[in-house]
C-alpha cells in the first residue's frame, strides 16, 4: 500500500518502531572519513528521518549492521562457556536495491552453503529492510550491467518528495501504523535504468583466466589495505580472536572479526607458507570471486555494482575495470595455449 506521510509524521512512526527495533540508515558523520577534514556518510542509529543521507552513497555498506567488524560469540572461563546475549531488539535497515541483492548474498554464504550459521540467524531473524528509492546513479555504480538496479523484496520503500516522503508498506504488521499518518497515493520505488559506468562480463570466462599476464598490474598499483573488501557489501570472511583478560589469562572471550582476502596473513599457513604473497595473485582472486566462482556454485554474480570498491581506493584500481578487461585476458590466455 502506497501512502505519503509529512516529516512530522514518519518521524512518529519511527519513534514508535523504535520502541522495539534500532533503526539504521546512512547517516552523515562530521570528520569521520579518513581523509583530513571531510566527512563520512556510514550507518548509524537514527531517530528523525532527516538524519538519512538519501542524496548520496553511503561510504560503507549496511553489512556492519549484520556482521559487525567485530562480534564477541562467547565468553569462557577455565571451567565453563556462556554464550554472548543476542541484542535486546531487532532492526530495521535503510538500504538501496544494490545492498538488498547483497543481503541475497550474505544469506547464501551464511544460511544456505550447507549450513547455517548460529550467530547471523538469530540476528537476521529480527531484522527488516527499508528501500531506498534511487532516482539517479552515484559515481563509479554499474548495477544495471549487474542486474541489481531494482528490488522489490523490501519490507518498505521510501524517499522524499517535496515536503514529504513517499513510501510503499509490504509489511502487513507496519500497515496500520503507516496508514494511520498519511495519505494513500500510489507509489513504485525509483530505480536507474542505466549507469554512466558499464561491465560485462565474458560470456566465456573460466579460470583459465587467472593465467593472464594482467594480474602483474597490480602488483605494484595494490597496497594490500583491504578498504575495498571492508567497504563491499558482499565480502564475508571474518577470522577468530580469542582475547584473555588480563587479571586471569584462563578466562576471556571470542571474537568473530572481519577479514580481507587483500591484506597479509589471509593466507598464510604452518611452516611459513602463503597461498598469495604477490598484490596481483590477490586482486586475481577477489575478482574471479565476485564474477566466476560464486556464480559457478549459486548461479548469480555476487558483485552487486555498488561501486564503493572504486570510491575508497587509495591507489584508484578500478574494479570495473579490471572485469572489463578480462575479456581481453581470455583472448590471451586461449591464444597463447593455442600456440
Known amino acids: 500500500m502506497g501512502y505519503k506521510l509529512s516529516k512530522e509524521a514518519f518521524d512518529a512512526c519511527l519513534a514508535k518502531l523504535s520502541q522495539d527495533c534500532d533503526v539504521y540508515a546512512p547517516v552523515r558523520m562530521a570528520g569521520g572519513n579518513p581523509f583530513s577534514d571531510t566527512d563520512c556518510i556510514r550507518y548509524g542509529k537514527i531517530k528523525s528521518i532527516e538524519e538519512v543521507v538519501f542524496d548520496e552513497k553511503s561510504d560503507y555498506s549496511y553489512k556492519e549492521i549484520l556482521l559487525p567488524l567485530s562480534e564477541t560469540l562467547f565468553y569462557f572461563t577455565e571451567k565453563e562457556v556462556k554464550e554472548a546475549d543476542p541484542k535486546e531488539k531487532g532492526g530495521v535497515i535503510f538500504l538501496r536495491s544494490c545492498d538488498l541483492h547483497a543481503v541475497k548474498r ?7 552453503n550447507g549450513f547455517e550459521d548460529y550467530y547471523y540467524k538469530r540476528l537476521r531473524e529480527r531484522v527488516k529492510f527499508v528501500l531506498m528509492g534511487c532516482k539517479a546513479s552515484f559515481e563509479n555504480c554499474f548495477c544495471a550491467s549487474m542486474g541489481t538496479n531494482e528490488s522489490g523484496d523490501y519490507d518498505l520503500a521510501v524517499e522524499p518528495e517535496g515536503d514529504g516522503f513517499l513510501l510503499d508498506c509490504k509489511l502487513e504488521e507496519w500497515q496500520e501504523l503507516f496508514a494511520g499518518r498519511g495519505t494513500e497515493r500510489a507509489y513504485e520505488p525509483s530505480h536507474v535504468a542505466e549507469n554512466p559506468v558499464e561491465v560485462k562480463v565474458p560470456e ?19 597496497i594490500n589495505c583491504g578498504r575495498c573488501n571492508f567497504a563491499c557489501p558482499t565480502c564475508t570472511c571474518f577470522t577468530m580472536q580469542d582475547l584473555f583478560y588480563t587479571d586471569n ?4 572471550e571470542r571474537r568473530r572479526v572481519q577479514a580481507s582476502c587483500m591484506v597479509d596473513g589471509f593466507t598464510d599457513v604452518a611452516g611459513g607458507g602463503c597461498y598469495r604473497a604477490k598484490n596481483g595473485d590477490r586482486m586475481r582472486f577477489k575478482v574471479l570471486h565476485k564474477v566466476l566462482d560464486y556464480k559457478q556454485r549459486f548461479g548469480y554474480h555476487m558483485c552487486v555494482g555498488c561501486g564503493r570498491c572504486d570510491d575508497i581506493c587509495p591507489e584508484y584500481i578500478s574494479f570495473s575495470g579490471a572485469v572489463n578487461k578480462l575479456d581481453q585476458a581470455m583472448t590471451e590466455v586461449e591464444t597463447d595455449e593455442q600456440e
Open 204 to 222: 566465456n570466462l573460466s579460470a583459465k583466466v587467472s593465467e593472464s599476464e594482467m594480474w602483474r598490474e597490480y602488483d605494484s598499483r595494490c
Open 249 to 252: 589469562g584462563k578466562v576471556g
Open 106 to 112: 550474505m544469506d547464501d554464504i551464511y544460511l544456505y
